[in-house]
């Protein structure tokens, strides 16, 4: 491995390392950031270690955690009690807290919302922070699939790099 091949591979795992971080930091683009680093190093070296098939199943992978995330949210308020006003205070509430709060408002944004959309429903004030509590839960878990998703791809990519 030449120094140049060094200083590539050393890039591409800074924008991995920085897609992790988006797990955390809801306004980065988490795992389309760990493929991102994977396909620059494929062009870079024409495919030789990370090849279409791994770029592939990489690109499954991110489709996978972004589907994953853009329903954990509302899958966890559902299975919480979340009536249809919670959903749509859910989805309203993801928009407006990216728009208003940043990476804060794109966690607390979605449960706010539920909550507020339930009790506009005619929830009461009990089930409707339960109906939010579901929508945390959802965003939980949706954070430790991208985790286990982009330490995956990670490892493959090392893997691949230095087989």
Do not use: C, D, Q
Not at 34 to 47: D, E, K, Q, R
Not at 134 to 143: A, E, I, T, Y
């Amino acid at each position: 491995m030449g120094i140049l091949e060094i200083v590539l591979f050393s890039i591409s795992l800074i924008i991995m390392i920085v897609g992790m971080a988006g797990i955390i930091v809801p306004i980065i683009p988490s795992i389309p950031l760990v493929w991102l680093g994977a396909f620059i190093y494929a062009i870079f070296t024409h495919f030789e270690k990370v090849t279409w098939m791994v770029l592939l199943i990489f690109a499954i992978l991110t489709i996978f955690s972004i589907v994953l995330e853009n329903i954990g949210n509302v899958y966890g308020a559902k299975k919480f009690g979340a009536t249809r006003w919670g959903i749509i205070g859910s989805i309203a509430g993801t928009g407006i807290g990216f728009y208003m709060g940043g990476p804060i408002g794109l966690i607390l944004g979605p449960i706010v919302g539920t909550v507020i959309f339930e009790l506009i429903g005619g929830k009461g004030f009990r089930g409707a922070l339960k109906s939010g509590l579901g929508n945390f839960v959802g965003f939980l878990g949706g954070s430790v699939v991208k985790i286990i998703v982009g330490l995956t791809m990670i490892s493959i990519f090392v893997w691949k790099v230095f087989r």
